[in-house]
């Protein structure tokens, strides 16, 4: 693909200029009418549902779990979207994909489609605490990542190990979509097929370095022992643990309508499945 395919395509949306010092767009009415529509939905598509929490440290927080499992001969897939309450694209994108059924058979499911209530209700980056939940997960100072982390700790015998695992997430100060994909065991490589469909219709950053790290047609691909950063996101913690193979963390710029950054996530997101369902098929 060329760089301008990315960037010249007269169709695409335009850039609002609204952000300033960070996400000034429209947030999620009520992060409680959000999690009914959603139950809804994954119930319509047989998804069991369960809040983790701990009722007596952590009295007002609870974490929904939707779990798919089709069969226990397919590969497992974990997607998780609301660590940053300022990022409403990616709980909203997962929305929509469950209404209108658009996860693939032939592959099961976890999903944590809000893992950051508090700050998604209140549009902050943050917890209620005032931590950073996605430089949270190798510190578990928060209730959100220690609900999380013991989550994750009570499947140690029962894995999935997912083929893959899916972060969604936004970023304020960036000029179009990209992601990071860490795949330290060098299986496929699905990142190009996603911005080559995500590009059709949203713009693509096309920088030789997105936040700090060098990127190609907007993909990262992180190449340093990552486990020795000092703070950890989700997306390092389930490969640190080995819990996931490998990670892709999906990344719209919100200077862009909410509509459209819902339609690329849903886009980069049907895409990225449908490829893992295709390589699962292969292998
Ligand atoms: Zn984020």
Known sequence: ??????SSKP???VRL???LNGYLGEKLDSVDGYLVEILKAARRLEFSATWLGDKIRHPNLELLWLRR?????????YISSGVHGDEPAGPLALLRCMQSGALPEGLN?????????????????????????????????????????????????????YLASICIHEDWESEGFYLYE???GKLPSHAEFVIEEVARTFPVESGAMI????AQQ????????????????????????????????????????LKSRVSAHCIALQTLLERLRLESEIL
């Not at 693909?1 to 990315?6: D, F, G, K, P, V």
């Not at 499992?69 to 897939?77: A, E, G, I, L, N």
């Not at 209620?128 to 015998?157: C, M, V």
């Not at 907007?218 to 080995?242: C, D, K, S, T, V």
């Open 1 to 6: 693909m060329s760089e301008s395919s990315l």
């Open 11 to 13: 169709d695409l949306p």
């Open 17 to 19: 200029n609204r952000n």
């Open 69 to 77: 499992k089709t069969s226990p001969d397919q590969p497992w897939v």
């Open 109 to 161: 499911y976890d999903i944590f489609p809000c893992l950051n209530p508090w700050g998604l209700n209140s549009g902050s980056r943050l917890t209620s605490t005032g931590i950073d939940l996605n430089r949270d997960y190798k510190s578990l100072q928060t209730p959100e990542a220690q609900i999380h982390h013991q989550w994750f700790q009570s499947r140690k015998n029962h894995p999935p190990n």
């Open 182 to 184: 860490v795949n330290p």
């Open 211 to 214: 936040d700090g790290m060098p």
């Open 218 to 257: 907007g993909i990262i691909r992180p190449e340093e022992n990552i486990e020795l950063r000092e703070e950890w996101p989700e997306a390092i913690y389930m490969i640190a643990h080995q819990i996931s193979l490998r990670n892709y963390t999906l990344e719209t710029s919100s200077d862009y309508s």
